[in-house]
């Protein structure tokens, strides 16, 4: 079973940084792709940043280009998302996801989410 602990969220004023942390735990074997999606209150979930695994390339959203940075962690299995310059639109719940997990159970393609941690950006 694979386990997501997000940290990092909570409440900042536009123009100021945050970071979210993201470890998963479990009997993983490897993990294809990491990434960070968010959900504002009343849209749907979208994507904010993808990782590869071995972090050589990465995938953003239009919206988050240049003032968020997404890297793999020193940790095994962790990933972060630098949040700079952030914006009142920025405000969501950002989810931690895995996709490609290869367990000690076999291979799931199917995403391994996160609880969410909830970033709140005031103007």
Not at 50 to 55: A, D, M
Not at 71 to 92: N, P
């Amino acid at each position: 079973q694979v386990q997501l602990v997000e940290s990092g969220g909570g409440l900042v004023q536009a123009g100021e940084s945050l970071r979210l942390s993201c470890t998963a735990s479990g009997s993983i074997l490897s993990i294809n792709t990491m990434g960070w999606y968010r959900q504002a209150p009343g849209k749907q979930r979208e994507l904010v940043a993808i990782i590869s695994r071995g972090g050589d390339s990465t995938n953003y959203a239009d919206s988050v280009k240049g003032r968020f940075t997404i890297s793999r962690g020193d940790a095994e299995y962790t990933v972060h998302l630098q949040m700079d310059r952030l914006k009142s639109e920025d405000t969501a719940v950002y989810y931690c996801s895995l996709v490609g997990v290869t367990t000690t159970a076999g291979f799931f393609s199917l995403p391994y989410w996160g609880k969410g941690t909830l970033v709140t950006v005031s103007s």
